[in-house]
């Protein structure tokens, strides 16, 4: 009898693994967000095989080429040359590593300090719990964007000093939902039982909560990329953002504004990759979302 449990555990943990994998192919903002991140990312992490051209290289006599679609095209730049004479493909698929840098870094950064607080508060509660929410709505007084900015004008621009400001601003969400969620667990049978066993409350928070915080943190951990990128692009347009020659999506905007009614494409590429990135990043946090609500694992 005992040699027949491990098979039946196999397949329940087969049955289960092939139940989400028939849920996520039938969930088409998974797939759809899953795919276009999936694709941003290969394109990042071969962007030096992808690309024959220097992104930072200058070539004053082959400016403003546009792209193959328009009859002066060329197909030695696919997607033309940028005011400076530099390949704009080559700069669209080394930008794809800025803004997922950005997006990655400034993600854990304020994954761990939103996480933080929100369990501290959530399962101790009480003063702890009073000073907590009084931090929180301190950061949430405060615009973002304009503090951002601010600080960025104050101590100067580079992709390090983004990264840091962005991931100590956009914590706020972590801490709401995780607090909100810690709350909610500390309640629980399973977790009154290893209080009665004994068990720190240290234990208790690693073992316990946390593992079953995952499903938010996922959702969480995709909104607050996107949004970091989104506000990463806004700063570079506004040009307290990452500082020239870096191949920023957002400094490539700000940089042809001025060709907006001559040669529109300079706005629209960078504007495309921006769009799809966020949009596959939000669909993907949404269908994970989808896909471990309690009510879907039936």
């Given at each position: 009898m005992a040699t027949d449990l491990p098979a039946e555990n196999d397949l329940l943990i087969e049955s289960a693994g092939q139940a989400f994998r028939r849920r996520s192919l039938k969930n088409i903002g998974f797939m759809t967000g899953l795919a276009l991140v999936a694709l941003v990312a290969s394109i990042a992490m071969l962007a030096p095989i992808l690309t024959a051209?220097?992104?930072?290289?200058?070539?004053l006599d082959q400016r403003l080429i546009p792209p193959f679609w328009h009859l002066e095209g060329t197909w030695a730049h696919p997607f033309g040359t940028d005011k400076f004479g530099r390949d704009y493909l080559s700069r669209i698929i080394h930008g794809s590593r800025i803004s997922l840098l950005i997006g990655l870094f400034v993600m854990v950064i304020s994954g761990l300090i939103g996480s933080t607080l929100g369990v501290i508060a959530g399962y101790f509660g009480g003063k702890i719990d009073a000073v907590i929410m009084y931090i929180i709505t301190v950061r949430l007084s405060m615009p973002?964007?304009?503090?951002?900015?601010?600080?960025?004008?104050?101590?100067?621009?580079s992709l390090e000093v983004i990264v840091l400001v962005l991931g100590l601003f956009l914590w706020d969400r972590f801490a709401v939902v995780i607090r909100a969620a810690t709350k909610r667990l500390r309640g629980e049978d399973f977790v009154t039982a290893a209080r009665c066993t004994g068990c720190p409350d240290s234990q208790i928070i690693l073992r316990e909560i946390i593992p079953n915080l995952m499903n938010q943190l996922t959702v969480i951990a995709t909104l607050e990329m996107a949004q970091a990128i989104l506000l990463e692009s806004a700063l570079s347009f506004l040009g307290l953002g990452v500082q020239p020659p870096l191949p920023s999506w957002g400094l490539m905007i700000a940089e042809a504004k001025e060709f907006v009614f001559f040669d529109p494409w300079l706005i629209t590429i960078?504007?495309?990759?921006?769009f799809l990135l966020v949009l596959?990043?939000?669909l993907l946090g949404d269908g994970i979302r989808d896909l471990t609500a309690p009510e879907m694992k039936n």
């Open positions: 051209q220097d992104p930072y290289l200058q070539n973002v964007v304009l503090v951002a900015l601010a600080v960025v004008s104050f101590v100067g621009s960078p504007g495309v990759a921006i596959g990043i939000n």
